[in-house]
């Protein structure tokens, strides 16, 4: 079955970076976009980055700049570099290909310190 295992959080100062990474399993993770979202408590899911299997990658406008997406297809993984951290990018951190539906991992915990 589809599933994703991230890791790579944790308690950052502010300005600091973190490397996210998610393993995938269960589908041919090549041919597929690859995106992070995160929630932060009493908020909506929101979407952090993508990337296509192409290597396009697609950012709101709240993190581009700072974050980076990438892949790792002979791994089936995907990163998330974060750079330049802020209180408000405290969340837990999950990814997903959202064309395979609403397949969530455990997600990873970011806290940003002000």
């Known amino acids: 079955q589809v599933q994703f295992v991230e890791s790579g959080g944790g308690l950052v100062q502010f300005g600091g970076s973190l490397r996210l990474s998610c393993v995938a399993s269960?589908?041919?993770?090549?041919?597929?976009?690859m995106s992070w979202y995160r929630q932060a408590p009493g908020k909506e899911r929101e979407w952090v980055a993508s990337?296509?299997?192409?290597?396009?990658?697609n950012y709101p406008a709240s993190v581009e700049g700072r974050f980076t997406i990438t892949r790792d297809n002979g791994k089936n993984t995907v990163y998330l570099e974060m750079n330049d951290l802020q209180p408000e990018d405290s969340a837990v951190y999950y990814c997903?290909?959202?064309?395979?539906?609403?397949?969530w991992g455990q997600g990873t915990q970011v806290t940003v310190s002000s």
């Open positions: 997903t290909s959202v064309e395979l539906g609403p397949h």
């Open positions: 990337i296509s299997s192409i290597f396009w990658a």
């Open positions: 269960g589908f041919t993770f090549r041919n597929h976009v």
